[in-house]
């Protein structure tokens, strides 16, 4: 287990995780995570403890010393971008759940589109019924396996959101209502009265 919750292995299920809330298409996530599990496979498992670190041009030359000849410079550079990307949206979203969106890279149709500068494309965020009406996003939260807390997004107003942090995954209802309770406790304002 890491300190940051940033390997290899937590890689694998956040990519899993966007493709599961339909935030990433699946076919991406999956490629995504081959070319995480393939062009990673030249390094120690101690190497691979805090993904977010690594120097992916060191990494695709070992790759490419340890296979030579097996693998074309093309391909390794998919894998490279790949990879990239991947590790991109994953800082993004360890940075800023709640503002987090996936950012997708059109592909070039054709070889001129290849040397333009792409931008990266922000899909809508993913909403309920009772969050459009209030007009805050509902984000969804994920936990990776080697986490044991959870961080909960609560919109509780237009342009308020409160995270509650360090939630363990098996809160009982006792516990629930304890910090329902506290949070209670901390309200100086009563609700406006409807006027008749």
């Known amino acids: 287990m890491t300190a940051t919750n940033t ?20 076919q991406t ?3 995504r ?18 993904v977010t670190k690594l120097n ?13 000849g097996e693998v074309k410079p093309d391909s390794v550079k998919v894998y490279k971008s790949r990879v990239q990307s991947a590790i991109a949206d994953f800082k993004s979203y360890r940075a800023d759940p709640l503002n987090f969106r996936v950012a997708l890279v059109p592909k070039p149709s054709n070889v001129r589109a290849e ?3 792409t931008q990266p494309i922000a ?13 805050a996003p509902t984000h969804h939260v994920f936990v990776s396996p080697s986490e044991i807390e959870i961080v909960v997004p609560i919109p509780i107003r237009a342009n308020t959101i409160v995270k509650i942090v360090g939630l363990p995954s098996d809160l009982t209802k006792q516990e629930a209502a304890k910090l329902a309770n506290v949070i209670q406790a901390f309200a100086t304002v009563d609700e406006p009265k409807d006027s008749p």
């Open 56 to 68: 992916l041009d060191d990494v695709a030359r070992r790759f490419m010393n340890k296979r030579p």
């Open 123 to 135: 899909p809508s965020p993913i909403a309920t019924s009772a969050a459009v009406h209030q007009g």
């Open 7 to 26: 390997s290899q292995k937590d890689l694998i299920a956040f990519l899993d995780w966007l493709a599961g809330k339909g935030m990433m298409n699946a």
């Open 29 to 31: 996530a999956a490629s």
């Open 115 to 117: 040397k333009a500068t």
């Open 33 to 50: 995570k081959a070319a995480v599990n393939t062009l990673l496979s030249a390094l120690d498992a101690d190497e691979t403890a805090d």
